[in-house]
């Protein structure tokens, strides 16, 4: 007698019908092995329902349209060959490197502001003076439109490419910055020139820009009151001195 119930899958046996009795189509002993031979229904293609099972992509149909599952095939990662860059690659690098470190100092030059011009001196008053002295010219205030200069009358040399002991002096209570510059009386040539003195700064000695042959020149020195603040020019003063060269 035929046993009713529900079979193992595995086994490729059908489930039992819902009153108990075989599957339509199924007979004892019918089939090979004793098994039932079911019929396909027909279906579209690529999907079929039997017996509540639907099949999907990646499956496949077993013996009596019990459906099982195909792994799908795993890939092999293959290697990525690398790329050779060439010199157009380092040469586009090298030009954008290029190109930030130039906007950066653009940057800093427009935060900044103007530069200021290069200046010239040492920080103090005059060697020689007193403490006396000292402290009268850090006392003394230069009236508002007044420019107070200072230069040795006479400069000895001991030859045209020697320091000679100009004694240039921008005093502290001056309102101004200073240039100077010397240009002798017979030609007119610029035989000397300073940077920007700072107020509270003065040139000892220096070297003159011309190399003189030995003589005595009668010069003028222009001395050039700059604003704090611009550097711009906004007045002059000038004293007559004398330059003598020795050998």
């Known amino acids: 007698m035929a046993q009713h119930g529900q079979h193992n899958m ?35 293609p690529g999907a079929g329902v039997y017996q509540g099972y639907q099949h999907q992509p990646g499956f496949s149909q077993a013996p009596y ?43 800093f030059q427009v935060l900044s502001g103007p530069g200021k011009g290069a200046r010239s001196g040492q920080m103090g008053q ?24 200072s230069i040795a009358a006479i400069v ?25 510059d010397i240009q002798r009386q017979d030609n007119g040539e610029r035989i000397y020139e300073t940077d920007i003195i700072e107020q509270n700064h003065h040139i000892q000695s220096d070297v003159l820009d011309a190399d003189l042959d030995p003589g005595t020149y009668e010069c003028i020195a222009r001395f050039h009151a700059l604003d704090p603040d611009t550097e711009e020019e906004v007045g002059q003063a000038a004293a007559a001195m004398t330059i003598k060269v020795l050998g």
């Open 10 to 44: 595995d086994q490729g046996y059908p489930h039992s019908s819902a009153n108990g009795c075989p599957p339509h189509g199924w007979a004892p002993g019918g089939g090979e092995g004793g098994r039932a031979a079911f019929p396909q229904p027909s279906a579209p």
């Open 65 to 107: 349209g019990y459906p099982y599952y195909q792994a799908p095939a795993t890939s092999v990662p293959q290697p990525m060959p690398k790329k050779r860059r060439g010199a157009g690659f380092w040469v586009a690098i090298a030009i954008a490197v290029l190109a930030v470190l130039l906007a950066g100092v653009l940057a």
């Open 126 to 149: 005059l060697d020689g003076k007193t403490a006396e002295e000292i402290q009268a010219e850090l006392d003394r205030v230069v009236e508002e439109g007044m420019f107070n200069i």
């Open 156 to 180: 000895e040399f001991a030859d045209g490419t020697s320091p000679g002991d100009l004694r240039i002096e921008n005093v502290p209570g001056n309102p101004y910055l200073m240039k100077v």
